[in-house]
């Protein structure tokens, strides 16, 4: 199982960067995946999960009506749109997957947002 994050870089506040989660070595269309950060010297947050069909979403408040995660399937690749970003959604962004009992989680791309 391999979940390779990229998109994280310096944002102006008021940035919408997209973030991608490439996956590989499970069959990816079955599977629940989930993104979360961790700002510096805070636990990581869980931000929002999308079923294997890309149903409902219950998003974080901290990002609801900000941030939209989306999949395709065919490219095996879990999205993170986020908008309006503001200084405080600094940090490094993950992407999630349990499989057959554990928790897989990517390297993490960092976001930082300043001006």
């Known amino acids: 199982v391999q979940l390779v994050e990229s998109g994280g870089g310096l944002v102006q506040p008021g940035g919408s960067p997209r973030l991608s989660c490439a996956a590989s070595g499970f069959p990816f269309s079955s599977y629940t995946l989930s993104w979360h950060r961790q700002a510096p010297g805070k636990s990581r947050e869980l931000l929002g999960a999308?079923?294997?069909?890309?149903?409902?979403?219950n998003y974080a408040d901290s990002v609801k009506g900000r941030f939209t995660i989306s999949r395709d399937n065919a490219k095996n690749t879990v999205y993170l749109q986020m908008n309006s970003l503001k200084p405080e959604d600094t940090a490094v962004y993950y992407c999630r997957l349990l499989y057959v009992g554990r928790f897989y989680w990517g390297q993490g791309t960092q976001v930082t947002v300043s001006s």
């Open positions: 999308i079923p294997s069909t890309g149903g409902n979403i």
